[in-house]
Structures are given as C-alpha cells and as structure tokens.
C-alpha cells in the first residue's frame, strides 16, 4: 500500500525538501502553504506530488483546506509541519512578537490538532483509510513537526521566536502522552534543527548553518526509525546537551549579539 504524507509549509526550505525526498522514497505527497505558484511549481517538478492547496495557517478556514487536502490525496498516512516565522527582535518590535505567536503558536496548534483529530477519528483503520490487521503500535501513523533547538533556552534576540519554539515542543509531549491515554495509534516526532540555510535566516552570519537537503534526509531517516525527538546534526546535539547545564541566573546574564 502506498503511504500518504501532507507536508505543511512546502513552498521552500525544509519542508520543500521533505516533500522533494518523500517523492523520491514512493510516497505519495500533497503539499500545502502560502505561495500556490511555488507549490505548483514544486508538484509539476515531482511525480509523487499529486496534489496541492493553499493553507494559511493563521487563517480560520485552515482546518477544512487540509481536511481537503487530505481527501484529495485520499488519506494520510504522515503530517509534516514545517510552517513557521520568526525575527530576532532585539528592539522588541511588538508586530513581530504577535505575528510570530500567532503562526508559531495559534497556526500551529490548529494544524496539528486538525491532524492529530483526523488520525483519531480513523480508530481502527490504518492512515490511509484501508483495514489494517497489524497491532496498533505498528499502524504507521505519524505527526513530525520542525521545532528548533532555540526552543531548549530562552534567546533575549529572538524572544517570540525561542518561546514558541519551546512552546511547540512542550505541546507535541502532550500530544503523544494523550495519545497513549487515548490507545491511538498516533506517533508524534519533534524535529529539532539547528541554524539551516533557509530564507528564514537569509542574509545572517550565524554559525554551523546547515543544507536544507542533508537536513531532509536527516529528518525522513529520523521518521523511519521512529524517533520521539531529533536534534540535527551531532555537533548541536552537543551544544545543546551542555547549554542546558547552564543554570538560569548565569544563562540570563550572557550576553548575545542581536
């Protein structure tokens, strides 16, 4: 049977590459986002893109366009969430701040709690809406979302951004213990990238940036294997692991670049 993925924010970037990669693997892919020139630029470029809406995550009318999506594609078998903005906002420009909360933190829980209910209400079937006789924990139902591990540690530069990153990891823990109470076979995969040369830090000097393809393989790997959480690559898991050591009245007093 042939598996099914919505991936979420497909006009550039990683998710772009995700739904490039999932294509390439026999997946079947519907893409979504903002841009419905890029999207369809994207599907005609790719075989296993079939299908393509525009959703913008902060608007109201998102949850019935994926719920369409879906459908079109004809079920689904891995949400994708790859939607996000964010600014280092050293001035405190208070339009920023917003607009980050409310596609990081409003848009993104009404698309994965879309997906998430959609998964739900297909209880016994497998994602794809065949029957499935295999035990649950083996039925291949996935949410995967990008995080980031600015998320581990508050950033006075980007503190919309740092918070609600945090915020969308702290939610998908909820999700897969609710899952569990639930009995549904739901898994959840919080994907947490270091700095990746994207649109969203154009132009920046930071350091270790990462290539959006090596960082879709990394993630469709991690996805494969299961993984409850992935930071990418190794050498953030590594600073990652000792900046969280620092305790919070030395953290609050270093000292970033804006």
Same mark, same amino acid.
């Given at each position: 049977?042939?598996?099914?993925?919505?991936?979420?924010?497909?006009?550039?970037?990683?998710?772009?590459?995700?739904?490039?990669?999932?294509?390439?693997?026999?997946?079947?892919?519907?893409?979504?986002?903002?841009?419905?020139?890029?999207?369809?630029?994207?599907?005609?470029s790719h075989d296993g893109i079939v299908c393509c809406q525009r959703i913008d995550v902060t608007s109201a009318d998102a949850p019935d366009r994926l719920r369409g999506l879906i459908d079109e594609l004809g079920g689904m078998d891995l949400y994708f969430h790859s939607s996000g903005i964010g600014w280092q906002n050293g001035e405190l420009d208070i339009d920023k701040e917003l607009k980050t909360v409310e596609t990081n933190?409003? @848009? /993104? !829980? =009404?698309?994965?709690?879309?997906?998430?209910?959609?998964?739900?209400?297909?209880?016994?079937?497998?994602?794809?809406? +065949?029957?499935?006789?295999?035990?649950?924990?083996?039925?291949?139902?996935?949410?995967?979302?990008?995080?980031?591990?600015?998320?581990?540690?508050?950033?006075?530069?980007?503190?919309?951004?740092?918070?609600?990153?945090?915020?969308?990891?702290?939610?998908?823990?909820?999700?897969?213990?609710?899952?569990?109470?639930?009995?549904?076979?739901?898994?959840?995969?919080?994907?947490?990238? @270091? /700095? !990746? =040369?994207?649109?969203?830090?154009?132009?920046?000097?930071?350091?270790?940036?990462?290539?959006?393809?090596?960082?879709? +393989?990394?993630?469709?790997?991690?996805?494969?294997?299961?993984?409850?959480?992935?930071?990418?690559?190794?050498?953030?898991?590594?600073?990652?692991?000792?900046?969280?050591?620092?305790?919070?009245?030395?953290?609050?007093?270093?000292?970033?670049?804006?």
């Amino acid at each position: 049977m042939t598996r099914k993925a919505i991936v979420m924010g497909a006009t550039s970037g990683i998710g772009m590459e995700v739904a490039k990669l999932l294509a390439e693997r026999g997946w079947q892919v519907g893409i979504a986002g903002r841009r419905v020139d890029r999207l369809e630029a994207v599907m005609w470029s790719h075989d296993g893109i079939v299908c393509c809406q525009r959703i913008d995550v902060t608007s109201a009318d998102a949850p019935d366009r994926l719920r369409g999506l879906i459908d079109e594609l004809g079920g689904m078998d891995l949400y994708f969430h790859s939607s996000g903005i964010g600014w280092q906002n050293g001035e405190l420009d208070i339009d920023k701040e917003l607009k980050t909360v409310e596609t990081n933190g409003v @848009g /993104f !829980v =009404r698309m994965v709690d879309t997906a998430f209910n959609w998964f739900a209400e297909k209880g016994g079937l497998s994602c794809s809406g +065949h029957s499935e006789a295999v035990p649950a924990h083996s039925i291949p139902c996935r949410i995967a979302c990008i995080t980031s591990i600015a998320g581990t540690k508050g950033l006075g530069a980007a503190p919309a951004y740092s918070s609600t990153k945090r915020f969308q990891s702290h939610y998908l823990e909820c999700l897969t213990q609710q899952a569990r109470m639930r009995h549904l076979p739901i898994s959840i995969t919080d994907i947490r990238p @270091g /700095f !990746v =040369r994207t649109a969203l830090i154009d132009g920046s000097d930071y350091p270790l940036q990462l290539d959006a393809k090596r960082v879709a +393989h990394d993630i469709v790997k991690a996805m494969e294997r299961g993984k409850a959480v992935k930071v990418i690559d190794w050498r953030y898991a590594i600073l990652v692991f000792f900046w969280r050591l620092i305790p919070r009245w030395l953290w609050t007093r270093m000292l970033f670049a804006k």
